[in-house]
T-cell receptor, first 115, second 111 residues
Framework: DTGVSQNPRHKITKRGQNVTFRCDPI?????LYWYRQTLGQGPEFLTY????????KSRLLSDRFSAERPKGSFSTLEIQRTEQGDSAMYLC?????????????FGPGTRLTVL | EDQVTQSPEALRLQEGESSSLNCSYT??????LFWYRQDPGKGPEFLFT???AGEEKEKERLKATLTKKESFLHITAPKPEDSATYLC????????????FGRGTSLIVHP
């Protein structure tokens, strides 16, 4: 399978704990995006990488959230001191280096539940 | 004001009953409009990209069209397996590559 992969698929944690998610994009894609999605809503942008550079972060992104993409390959999203409001589906997407409006291809998501 | 508005929020159809989903957008310039299908508990699956008014794309029972203010996703003779949430997203020209998503239309097709 050469699509976007995410791990873990599900994560249950207690409030106050730290969690880390991983995303492996499609190999030839240099752009990688993180989104958060709650029930009944569309994906909400969190942050965006081009290669290893983090180019954009949502103003809504709390300081408790941090993302990395070392070597421009896989990416990790860490949430520190989780809160119940962080419960959501966390989606990763990747898109190609060139081309017109670059279609984004999504992974299966990581479902986070904060108790 | 939302940049991307999808309607209806939910739609129930009988198998074979054709219908259309709407996505209206308010951006100064459009780089591209995307349609995705999302099944419960899964990530969105890419369907179409539309670049300019008048453009149409087709895939099986789905046909997407674009005007300067809105896009339609036409579903012809739907089957129960077409049941899903359909998401619309727009990329604004001159801006970043970050698309803005609508809330989606939840489609249920009854056999």
């Amino acid at each position: 399978d050469t699509g976007v992969s995410q791990n873990p698929r599900h994560k249950i944690t207690k409030r106050g704990q730290n969690v880390t998610f991983r995303c492996d994009p499609i190999s030839e894609h240099n752009r990688l995006y993180w989104y958060r999605q709650t029930l009944g809503q569309g994906p909400e942008f969190l942050t965006y990488f081009q290669n290893e550079a983090q180019l954009e972060k949502s103003r809504l992104l709390s300081d408790r959230f941090s993302a990395e993409r070392p070597k421009g390959s896989f990416s990790t999203l860490e949430i520190q001191r989780t809160e119940q409001g962080d419960s959501a589906m966390y989606l990763c997407a990747s898109s190609a280096r060139e081309g017109r409006p670059n279609e984004q291809f999504f992974g299966p998501g990581t479902r986070l539940t904060v108790l | 004001e939302d940049q991307v508005t999808q309607s209806p929020e939910a739609l129930r159809l009988q198998e074979g009953e054709s219908s259309s989903l709407n996505c209206s957008y308010t951006v100064s310039g459009l780089r591209g409009l995307f349609w995705y299908r999302q099944d419960p508990g899964k990530g969105p699956e890419f369907l179409f990209t539309l670049y300019s008014a008048g453009e149409e794309k087709e895939k099986e029972r789905l046909k997407a069209t674009l005007t300067k203010k809105e896009s339609f996703l036409h579903i012809t003779a739907p089957k129960p397996e077409d049941s899903a949430t359909y998401l619309c997203a727009v990329q604004e020209s001159g801006g970043s590559y970050i698309p803005t998503f609508g809330r989606g239309t939840s489609l249920i097709v009854h056999p």
